[in-house]
Each structure stands twice: as structure tokens, then as C-alpha cells.
């Protein structure tokens, strides 16, 4: 994909990385740090290299073209510095192409379109996605931008999430104060089958999964959730590569907890939080927040929703106010340059919140075992009997045959749905955005990046499915047993 790179005028020269490589096969030493340096795309985004996965989050479809990580495919500098990325890139007409850093240039000729774009400011990195047919509706008010960019949701739909979305930016601003260049924020509706990210001011969310939610009863607060849930990220910074990134997902659910209070009601508000008892209750792990490794298959419960609970306690011992003076000074002190991590939370809330406070948050960080206090739980609506109990069947990937175990349990009126996966010796994986409608299910497996759609067949007692991992669909046929 990449012809050249441009280092302050001057091409140096790289390799790609070689398939299954940890990293760049070259590293190159600049005596002097260079201000600019520009990465040109090989040609054209043309229609004959579709389709091309790079990685997780970098593929070339016929719908999208997403290279969100684009500056991890520079050479690897021995000396860094504050650089202002520069990307060039080119497609054809019929795909929007947007950035996460400000546009220089965009020109239209003979069927292809090109835009240059550079970072917002040195440092920050610079992505690019585009998709045919892509439509823009766009709010500003009191120097916010809400861009919305989409395909086959209705117009009207769009607009109801544009308001809600720009409130919430502004209302993160009033809890936790400025967040810094992000004050336009890109949601692109991808055609992606799954999964929602952040990179810079572009959030990217399933179009997918939005279409096919809207019409269930609480299908537009799902989907506000997620969105807020990545604006969120804005203000969050720990480093993601290390234990401490509970705290980016931690304090992005609650704050999306916050807003879906706020603008979308307090019904689906509860609903989440019971949601988060019932899973973090039924789950069987029993590793400590501060110990859940990044590829772990417990990442999700122990770094979302168990944070998410913590808070909400928090909320409950000290109050709303106080809560805000303890975010708005954390937040402060990351602004001054320090990243996130645990040991500056627990300073600032003793800070805060007094040594009460830090005590029982280290207790809760430290603790293996998790028990939710069942007077604290709420009825909420039950799956189709005929659902509950435990389900099993085969998924093949490159060649390897994985057997997945599904178990549908209600508990105190909370669905409480867990995979296993006996041959990767995973047992009790948390399970999110579990749906039943009709004869259709769906749920989310987060750690894995991946969804899975299935239709039950009552007669036969077989789920008929599709396993959508980073773009590529599986078939993945459940029996009950």
C-alpha cells in the first residue's frame, strides 16, 4: 500500500512487514527530528485488491476502506519526536474519504477522488476511512461540531443522534472539562459488520449493527451508549498497553452511563447497570482489574464493567458533586502531560474523596472474587424460555475447528448469557448486547471483536448462525443439549 515515505523533503526507504512479523524488519536514526513526514499510498485505492485485511482494524472491501492505524505501518524511528503526519491517498468518486486530522487539499478528476489531510497537531496519529455512498449531516453550537456520516440509516434517525451526541460533548465538557482539539467529533456509520473505536476526533461504529437495533425498544439508546462510550475516550488517558487502560474503559462506560441518564432516560440507564450486575456476578473470574492482561479473555467484564460499578457506587457513597470534583481533577492533572494510571486515580481520591475512599478503591481493584448484592438488582424482561439453557456447535477458522458452548441463564429476572470455549481452555466469557427478537438472537463477544446473528429453529432446537470476526463471517450452527 505504501509507495514512499517523506522525512522533511527526503524519501528514506522501508519494508513492508513481513506476514506474521511483530514489527518493521528496518529501523532508521535521524540525526535531526523531523517536523513533517508524509506517507503516499501506492497508486490508487482500486476495485481489483479487494478484498485485503492488514490487520484488525485495516481492510479493503468493495463497501469500506478503513486504515486506522495507519502511522504503525511508518519505519520505526530510533529517536521520536512530536511529528505532524501528512496522508495522501486517492479512490475512486464514489467513496467518501475521511480523516481524523484536518483536510489541506481535496480534489475530484476523471472519476477518482484525492485527499491530503494532515494531524490535528504533532503527535497525534492520522487515519483514514472511506465507503461509497456516504452521506453527511453535520450541528455545531457554542464551538462543538457534531459530523455524522452514514448510508442507509434514515435521516431522521441521524438527526435525533447528532443533538443527543453534540449535548453530550458538551456535557463531558462541563464534568470533566476541555478535551483539548477534539472539539469536532466524526462518527462514521461504517459498513463493518461489528465493533465501535476511536482514532482521534473519527469514531467508527457498525452501521450494521445500528440498522438492525433501531427498531428494537431500547435500539437507539444501545446505540447512543456506544457512541458516547467512545467520545468518552477523549478525556481518558491511560496508556492502553498496560493494565492501567481500565481506567480509559472504566471511566468511558460510566460516562456513557452518565449521558444515557441524562439524554436518553432512566429506564435503559437501569437496565444497563443491572446488565453489569448480572454479568460481573455470573462470570467466572477471578482475576483482580489491576492484573487483566490486554489478550485476556476476561478483559471486557474486568475492564468495563466492573469499573463501571465501582463508580456507580462511588456515586452512591459520595455523591454527584464530589464525583465531579474527582474526575475534573484527574483530568486536569493528565492535561498537564501525566498519563492515567492507578497509582494517580488513588492519589486523587484520596485527594478528593478522603483516605475512605482510596481504601475501598484499592480493596475493589485488588478484588478476585466479585458478589453483588442481590438487593440491589432489578427485574428486567426475559428471553424466550425455549432459549435458556446451554447450546454447543463448531466453528471452523483457517483451517482449526474451535467447539463454542453457549449457556442462556436468567437470574433474579437478568439474563445472564456466557461462552465457553473448552479447547482454549475459556470457561464463562462475559457475554454484552445479548437480543432476542422473535426468532433472531445476537450477542457481542468484545474481547474477540466479534458478533454473532443467529435464527432459532424451535422445532429442530438448532440456531442457525453467522460468527463475524474483524469483517469475515464463519458459520457457526448451535444445537442445544
Known amino acids: 500500500m505504501i509507495q514512499s515515505v517523506i522525512v522533511d523533503g527526503k524519501a528514506i526507504h522501508f519494508q513492508q512487514k513481513a506476514a506474521g512479523a511483530n514489527d518493521f524488519s528496518n529501523e532508521y536514526r535521524i540525526d535531526s527530528l523531523p517536523r513533517i513526514m508524509t506517507v503516499y499510498f501506492s497508486g490508487r485505492i482500486r476495485p481489483e485488491d479487494f478484498p485485503k485485511t492488514i490487520s484488525t482494524m485495516n481492510m479493503m472491501t468493495s463497501e469500506v476502506v478503513e486504515l486506522t492505524d495507519v502511522i504503525d505501518w511508518f519505519p520505526r524511528m530510533k529517536t521520536s519526536g512530536p511529528f505532524t503526519y501528512v496522508l495522501q491517498a486517492e479512490a475512486p468518486s464514489k467513496f467518501g474519504l475521511i480523516t481524523n486530522g484536518s483536510n489541506i487539499n481535496e480534489t475530484e478528476s476523471k472519476g477518482w477522488r484525492r485527499i491530503t489531510a494532515q494531524s490535528l497537531k504533532p503527535g497525534y496519529g492520522i487515519s483514514l476511512l472511506g465507503s461509497p455512498g456516504l452521506k453527511k449531516s453535520s450541528l455545531e453550537s457554542d464551538g462543538y461540531s457534531i459530523e455524522i456520516f452514514y448510508n442507509k440509516l434514515p ?109 436518553v432516560g432512566n429506564s435503559f440507564a437501569d437496565v444497563l447497570t443491572d446488565e453489569y450486575r448480572g454479568i460481573v456476578e455470573n462470570t467466572k473470574t477471578q482475576t483482580a482489574i489491576v492484573e487483566t492482561s490486554n489478550d485476556s479473555w476476561e478483559r471486557e467484564v474486568n475492564r468495563y464493567y466492573k ?160 460468527w463475524t470476526q474483524r469483517g469475515v463471517d464463519y458459520t457457526l450452527n448451535l444445537s442445544k443439549q
Open 307 to 466: 469499573p463501571a460499578l465501582m463508580f456507580i457506587e462511588m456515586r452512591k457513597k459520595y455523591g454527584d458533586e464530589k464525583l465531579k470534583q474527582f474526575f475534573t481533577d484527574l483530568c486536569t492533572r493528565c492535561d498537564e502531560g501525566r498519563s492515567a494510571t492507578t497509582e494517580l486515580i488513588l492519589d486523587v481520591v484520596e485527594k478528593n474523596l478522603g483516605s475512605e475512599a482510596k481504601d475501598y478503591l484499592n480493596e475493589t481493584l485488588h478484588r478476585k472474587v466479585w458478589n453483588i448484592n442481590s438487593s440491589e438488582k432489578k427485574s428486567v424482561s426475559v428471553v424466550d424460555s425455549t432459549l435458556i439453557g446451554t447450546w454447543s456447535g463448531p466453528l471452523t477458522q483457517f483451517g482449526a475447528t474451535t467447539k463454542f458452548v453457549l449457556h442462556i441463564a436468567v437470574k433474579d429476572g437478568i439474563v445472564v448469557p456466557t461462552l465457553d470455549s473448552p479447547d482454549q481452555n475459556a470457561f464463562g466469557i462475559a457475554l454484552s448486547d445479548f437480543l432476542q427478537n422473535n426468532a433472531s438472537i445476537s450477542f457481542k463477544l468484545g474481547i474477540a471483536s466479534a458478533v454473532f446473528h443467529g435464527i432459532v429453529d424451535r422445532n429442530t432446537k438448532i440456531i442457525t448462525g453467522v
Open 155 to 263: 435521516g431522521s434517525y441521524v438527526d435525533s443522534m447528532k443533538v443527543d451526541l453534540l449535548k453530550t460533548l458538551q456535557f463531558y465538557h462541563q464534568l470533566y472539562g476541555s478535551p483539548g482539539a477534539h472539539h469536532l467529533v466524526r462518527i462514521i456509520y461504517s459498513p463493518r459488520p461489528a465493533g465501535g473505536y476511536a482514532r482521534g476526533s473519527i469514531i467508527v461504529v457498525s452501521e450494521k449493527y445500528a440498522v438492525e437495533q433501531r427498531l428494537l425498544k431500547y435500539g437507539y439508546a444501545r446505540d447512543f451508549r456506544l457512541n458516547a462510550h467512545e467520545i468518552a475516550h477523549f478525556w481518558s488517558k491511560a496508556n492502553t498497553s498496560t493494565p492501567d487502560d481500565w481506567i480509559n474503559e472504566g471511566f468511558a462506560e460510566f460516562s456513557a452511563l452518565l449521558a444515557t441518564e441524562k439524554f
